[in-house]
């Protein structure tokens, strides 16, 4: 199964991928984390994504799709996959299509998890992740009271790029670049959409019984 995830920041895409990914069995592949963990390792890659990050821009196309491109060429990607913050644009959504094409494959489903500005906002002031294990926390939803994590013990951070006028930013970016990917896959015919808002696990369920149909 070849899947993408697409909403605006903190529609709750990472917290659904971890889920559906698991139950699928299939690799969770997400470019803001695999800029992050570039960021953290002090790589080049990290220090360039950082410049734009930070401004809650996007990274320019060339590199990302770069680096897309070989992580979908890695062997756990060879039956399926779920992109969660790619693609991002319309540009990066047809050279996806052109990558796959060439490669005799296409996307099975977008699914775009549907939720609105004011909730979108509440989710990304309080969120928190995990340094170590990635798991992604909410401080009142879940009920945080301290900075570790449940799952492994790791310590929790708040995202640079979730200060207030970073998250204004990235919602402008997300309207501008990322919005129009929704009528884009309209057109291909593989857009699902499905209601956001509500506890996690009720998200989930939907995302999987909107998946269901594509289950051998
Ligand atoms: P990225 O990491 O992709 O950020 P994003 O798309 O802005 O999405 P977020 O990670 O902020 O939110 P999410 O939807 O995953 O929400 P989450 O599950 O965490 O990208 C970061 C940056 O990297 C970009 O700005 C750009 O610079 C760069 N980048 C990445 N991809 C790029 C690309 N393709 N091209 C160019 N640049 C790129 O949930 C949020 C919070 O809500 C959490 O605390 C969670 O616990 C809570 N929550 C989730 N679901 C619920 C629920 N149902 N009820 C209550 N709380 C919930």
Not at 158 to 176: A, N, P, S, T
Not at 188 to 215: C, F, N, W
Request: proline share 4%.
């Amino acid at each position: 199964m070849r899947i993408v995830l697409v909403g605006p920041p903190g529609a709750g895409k990472g917290t659904q991928a971890q889920f559906i990914a698991s139950h699928l069995s299939i690799p969770k592949i997400s470019t803001g984390d695999i800029f992050r963990a570039n960021v953290s390792g002090g790589t080049e890659l990290g220090r360039l994504a950082k410049q734009y990050m930070d401004r809650g821009e996007l990274v320019p196309d060339e590199v990302t799709i770069a680096m897309v491109r070989d992580r979908l060429g890695e062997d756990d990607a060879q039956d399926g996959f779920l992109l969660d913050g790619f693609p991002r644009n319309v540009p990066q959504a047809e050279t996806l299509k052109k990558i796959l094409t060439e490669w005799s494959l296409g996307l099975d489903m977008v699914l775009e998890l549907v939720v609105d500005e004011d909730e979108v906002v509440r989710r990304l002031s309080g969120r928190r992740t995990c340094k170590k294990c990635g798991r992604i926390w909410h401080v009142d939803f879940d009920d945080k009271k301290d900075d570790i994590c449940d799952d492994c013990g790791g310590h929790l951070f708040q995202r640079d790029d979730d200060k207030e006028d970073v998250v204004r930013r990235r919602l402008e970016v997300y309207g501008e670049q990322t919005a129009p990917l929704v009528q884009f896959y309209a057109d291909e015919g593989i857009l699902v959409g499905i209601d956001a808002t509500g506890p996690v696990e009720e998200v989930t369920k939907r995302a999987l019984s909107a998946l269901r149909p594509l289950e051998k």
